[in-house]
């Protein structure tokens, strides 16, 4: 369980300086546990706390520190963060360095050694929210001539150093130990641990190994790697570049991750809120407030021309003051039918559930249940305002009734089609569907929900 | 890959009966690959295809359909699906007889052997949406006092029916098999195949062992494996009952299944629309009207109250018009702030990033960040009321520009407010923060819109 009560026993071991305490704390406790302690120390004191443990250890409660907890301990330590950055695991240390300014990243790399150093300068070049730079290079392999004994024996030897080791890949022998920079092995095909436990001690892995590899290729967006991983319940998938050479391997973990991630964005993108990295409640005031601000302020540019529709009408109103009454709740209408629909849509698109070509389909669907939300909504509005009405002159109840349902008929079959509608064209387009947030389709209906009502109200009352 | 291209290939074999070729097409493709083109067969003709491979194949593909699908395929052929049932894996299973008629399922349970009945009627009692619902019983498991080569040896009979062998769960010997309805035997510990493989070959399972074990309650919510699992990133996680007996496993092939599963209900919550499981597009029409429709409609009743809040004002309106103009673009801004603040609040609220007992630092926040958004908002409303505004007397303009601004302020921080704050009452209150929707909270903001900016208009103006 995570358990937030190990503070007070560290605060101890560390004003009397047990290093010995320290240290079998931290070995012995999951990184995550001693991380969950950590919130209340100091940079200097982290240091403090973790060094007298292994190395390794170290780098791994490092990795899970949240990262701008990471970057102000590099900035407390320099010198000390430059022996843990060698067993740090590929990618976490990959993310972590296209974070610290580019003067704090030359720097630590100095501290690396040579092919390490390469291999990072390549993953951090690697374009963002791609699966290259989501992936992690210390994978398990195996040339395929081995028996499953002297396999097993050579991944003893791995197995401290990879990330995994449960699916191993098999590469292409012909290619000796390459060099970073010249052209990966191929991947030939790939053995579970599991297989390999399982199989007879002088079977050839060749013989053993499934070559019916599902990979990614390392500019795939890394959404892809979820859906994947979710569609076959693997561990672990690999990354090839377009010859099929293995680059490296995205694990389960970093999809768990990605997963939660996408999903907290598409929520705020969804309200129309501007992706916020992290802990919302963290999160610096500025950055909050510009995601936050700039949507508001398109919003109510967009929004403006309410007043431009409504001063249309102002003699209609002027006339008859209670058809205004109306105009709220015909506006709310639009705005709720489509964010239902413009939310489904999203949601759909970006699980690959519907595509842009089925959007005949999701036409029809969506015309059929806009009009059957319609209905029903409409025959409410016409009993609601033909039994109470208050302030409206009774000979006015009948086409108030009238104008009050037929509106909401139109408007909410109107906000069902544009909520539908906006979202594939906009990802037809080349976009992201996720800009037809809510607010958006909400501030779009409710200018034509004006001209909606009083277009009608005009024939039944003038 | 994905790859829909075998259908034609499948259809062919199955004009041939080709059966030879079916049953290695079935052995060699991933399970996901199958029934990905399996899509456009019969649930007769789907049987015939599966029926040549191994049962356990059969089971594995047969797991892969969703759920609806294996509800009609029981119904094609109840008997043979019979011998199915016992190579499925637990929490498969238990998922599906779960959803069939109780008349189906107590046909089916007689198929099974007994101790698998007894099995499946336990896990079938627990409560949905739970972690006991969600975990498999088929783990590996060791005593304690084996050596490590031992322990493997006994693996390689575990491993083909277990769901996972790369953590192995250390039991109590004390008690001997147990039958299942004794109680379950004591966690001890836990050992990664990994740290198995890498031990010295006469090293103890109990030295081996690691005995700080993170692991859930079988009433846990199921969401509680899901951030637990990307906490520290397990592949898999123990469930026990009170007395830390063991249960069974939860898997990460499950936590990624049930992560999506939460986004896309908590997007459709935030977007008004009652959780539509599965895909939206094949959802029956029926259920998804009812999803949208219920909400539209108590929407819709609660939007009424702003009929009433303007016809309170009408003898305003009716004098100065041009006031009404005004009431689209106020409630815009409630309701466009209050959804920002609200869909906040509930992820952080889901994520555990947020308490409700941090309610007063979340207060703080949003009452500056609320006053930070609504004063860039209120002076773009000043100067665009002040420098355009058609339709309206030149004497009135001065007061409207500061009713619009005043307004503008007064909404947004009250949006703010009421978006923060009442997520956190209903997580208080013991509620589902996500039933304060981005919808709902606009609808509150609406009402109280109309009521501030009128007050506000009264005094400048009457």
Redesign the interface.
């Given at each position: 369980?995570?358990d937030p009560l190990f503070g007070p026993e560290i605060r101890l071991m560390l004003a009397d300086e047990d290093t010995a305490g320290l240290r079998s704390l931290c070995e012995?406790?999951?990184p995550?546990?001693i991380v969950a302690a950590l919130d209340e120390f100091t940079q200097e004191e982290i240091w403090s706390i973790i060094t007298p443990a292994d190395i390794r250890i170290q780098a791994a409660i490092f990795e899970y520190l949240p990262l701008p907890r990471q970057i102000l301990m590099i900035e407390a330590a320099r010198p000390q963060f430059g022996k843990l950055i060698g067993k740090m695991s590929h990618d976490d240390r990959v993310e972590l360095l296209r974070r610290v300014p580019t003067k704090v990243r030359e720097s630590l790399l100095r501290l690396v050694d040579d092919a390490d150093r390469k291999d990072i300068a390549t993953l951090v070049e690697l374009q963002e929210n791609t699966v290259g730079a989501l992936m992690t290079t210390d994978y398990a392999w195996l040339p395929p001539g081995m028996t499953a004994v002297e396999a097993?024996d050579q991944?003893?030897q791995q197995?401290?150093d990879r990330e995994t080791?449960?699916y191993i890949y098999v590469l292409d022998e012909a290619k000796k130990r390459a060099e970073v920079s010249l052209a990966p092995r191929r991947l030939l095909g790939v053995i579970s641990?599991?297989d390999l436990?399982?199989a007879p001690r002088h079977a050839v892995v060749r013989d053993l190994m499934s070559e019916?590899v599902?990979?990614l290729n390392f500019t795939d967006e890394s959404a892809k790697a979820?859906q994947l991983?979710?569609?076959?319940?693997f561990?672990a998938v690999p990354v090839v570049d377009e010859h099929g050479g293995m680059l490296g391997i995205v694990t389960?973990?970093d999809?768990?991750?990605i997963?939660?991630e996408?999903?907290?964005e598409?929520?705020?993108r969804?309200?129309?809120?501007s992706p916020?990295e992290g802990?919302?409640?963290?999160a610096p005031?500025l950055t909050?407030?510009i995601g936050?601000?700039k949507?508001?302020?398109l919003?109510?540019i967009m929004?403006?021309l309410?007043?431009?529709a409504?001063?249309h009408y102002?003699d209609q109103?002027?006339t008859l003051?209670?058809l205004?009454?109306?105009?709220?709740?015909c506006?709310?209408?639009g705005?709720?039918?489509g964010?239902?629909a413009?939310?489904?849509i999203?949601?759909?698109l970006s699980?690959g559930?519907?595509k842009v070509s089925?959007w005949f389909?999701?036409l029809r669907?969506e015309v059929?249940?806009g009009m059957?939300?319609a209905v029903?909504?409409g025959l409410?509005?016409l009993v609601?305002t033909y039994l109470y009405s208050?302030?409206v002159p009774l000979e006015y109840v009948k086409p108030l009734a009238v104008t009050a349902s037929l509106s909401v008929v139109c408007i909410?079959l109107w906000g069902t089609l544009i909520g539908s509608m906006l979202p594939l064209f906009i990802k037809w387009r080349g976009g992201d569907p996720a800009l037809m947030s809510?607010?958006f389709i909400?501030?779009l209906s409710?200018v034509s929900g004006?001209v909606i009502f009083f277009s009608i109200a005009k024939v039944l009352f003038f």
């Open positions: 369980m995570p012995e406790l999951h995550a546990t097993i991944l003893r197995a401290p080791i449960y641990l599991r436990i399982l019916e599902v990979s979820g991983l979710a569609r076959y319940d561990i389960h973990d999809v768990i991750d997963l939660t996408e999903a907290t598409d929520l705020q969804q309200a129309g809120v916020i802990n919302y409640i963290e005031f909050v407030w936050r601000g949507w508001l302020a919003l109510f929004q403006t309410t007043i431009n409504m001063e102002q109103m002027a003051v209670f205004t009454f109306f105009i709220p709740l506006n709310s209408v705005g709720n039918a964010s239902q413009a939310t489904l999203t949601r759909s699980l559930q519907v089925d389909h999701v669907r059929l249940m059957a939300l029903a909504l409410f509005a609601r208050p302030g909410c809510s607010p909400a501030t409710d004006i």
